[in-house]
């Protein structure tokens, strides 16, 4: 992360704030304010650690990360999934590490971000662990209320890491589990595909790093970390839960409070002058980090119907979840209907979906108003579909998860294309 972060005071806006500011509160009100500068908290009034929050708040950040443009992000993020690379540079954390100790989050600058909160929230950790069935290795990033000075709860969504502990429950066992700050986005990116079981993220990680990434051995249990800031060793309990929630969702509006795992922790590792990753809730960098991986599974629905599909886009105005703009070269009349349909099945929390043209920008929310204005008649381009079911995040869905979905075919009429030319684009 340190590296990327000389990448971005070279080429974007970092802001550097000498102000004491404390973790309660003040730093969310703050990373408000400079929704896509990068800014690094230089004075906790709770701790001598740094803050860094904003690396990867905007898509140029992402993808300058992952070594491409923006437009080249959803085809980056496919082929780093369908190539995962094996790791091969390895180095024990006593190397790596300068400090090692007892577990004490009071050290930790950990934020709590808006009043309501169940408390202090720790929001850019990454929890490594092993199927303990298979030994394959999963890493995936979850939200972790802190409980006390070496525990913590995190919600676990079932998937991958929600079955592993599962297969250790069933056991009695409690699940050994690591969890890294402070990594390089491209890292962080890789930890919030969608990829198979048997997957490791973390080769998923090496693709983007092409191939040279390194993974430090922890101390205490049996797994392999990412280069992070600060490092957390510890296990998910067998049969114990506590209160998770109140948090602020994608949304910008409070989840659930859930009874969700205890870890506790047994060691930590710091590296000098510790810089600890930051990520507001409902912010730039939350929406972004979670809804763009979904865009190639989107992709990948639209082209098995429409080949010529050009890209796919979850909006910031629409959560990174709930809305998605998608841009094809027609062929066909009813192209565009056949889009919706493939959009709506592949990411089923997907609540509106808008089909434009090639000429259209899906990365310009005015462009695409611009299609919605000039190529749609609402009784014949827009599909409603009712009592289907929706995500958890909508405040909108009914008790039972349905919502209604919409799609909008803002495309051209291929046999009246010359009443569309964009003039403006010709000359």
């Known amino acids: 992360m340190r590296e990327f972060l000389k990448t971005l005071k070279d080429d974007y806006r970092v802001l550097e704030i000498d102000n004491e500011v404390s973790t309660y509160l003040q730093i969310c009100e703050i990373m408000r304010r400079y929704p896509r500068d990068t800014l690094i908290f230089q004075n906790i009034k709770e701790t001598e650690m740094n803050i860094v929050s904003g690396i990867c708040n905007t898509r140029e950040k992402i993808a300058r990360s992952i070594g491409v443009e923006v437009p080249g992000i959803t085809k980056r993020i496919v082929e780093a999934t369908e190539h995962p690379i094996s790791i091969e540079n390895y180095q024990d954390a006593k190397n790596f590490f300068e400090i090692s100790k007892n577990p004490d989050l009071k050290e930790v600058p950990v934020p709590t971000y808006y009043k309501k909160d169940g408390g202090p929230y720790i929001t850019a950790g990454v929890i490594i662990a092993k199927d303990p069935d298979t030994g394959v290795r999963n890493a995936s990033i979850h939200r972790m209320l802190v409980l006390g000075e070496d525990r913590l709860t995190p919600r676990i969504v079932p998937r991958h890491l929600f079955t592993y502990h599962q297969r250790a429950e069933s056991n009695d066992e409690p699940l050994e589990i690591a969890i890294a700050i402070g990594i390089h986005p491209a890292t962080l990116l890789a930890t919030t595909t969608s990829v198979s079981i048997a997957t490791d993220e973390l080769e998923v990680a090496n693709n983007f790093h092409n191939g040279e990434m390194g993974l430090v051995k922890c101390e205490t249990v049996d797994l392999e970390v990412p280069e992070c800031e600060i490092l957390l060793e510890g296990k998910i309990l067998a049969h114990e839960r506590a209160e998770e929630g109140p948090f602020v969702d994608l949304t910008d509006t409070y989840d659930v409070v859930r009874h969700e795992p205890v870890i506790q922790l047994q060691k930590v590792h710091y590296r000098e002058n510790a810089i600890y990753h930051a990520i507001m809730p409902a ?37 990174c979840w709930l809305h998605a703009a998608v841009s094809i070269q027609k062929q066909t009349q009813g192209d565009g209907k056949n889009v919706i349909m493939a959009a709506l099945a592949a990411h089923p929390s997907l609540k509106h979906c808008v089909v434009v043209d090639e000429d259209v920008d899906v990365f310009d929310s005015e462009d695409l108003e611009y299609a919605m204005a000039t190529r749609v008649k609402g009784d014949e381009d827009i599909i409603i579909v009712p009592l289907a079911r929706g995500s958890s995040l909508d405040p909108c869905a009914a008790l039972d998860g349905t919502t209604t979905k919409v799609g909008i075919d803002a495309t051209k009429l291929l046999d009246k294309e010359e009443k569309f030319e964009r003039v403006s684009q010709s000359l």
Do not use: D, M, S
Not at 305 to 318: A, H, I, Q, W, Y
């Open 283 to 319: 912010g730039n960098e939350h929406k972004l980090l979670q809804g763009l991986p979904q865009e190639p599974r989107i992709f990948q629905a639209v082209q098995n119907t429409v080949p010529t599909v050009k890209n796919v886009v979850l909006t910031e105005g629409g959560c």
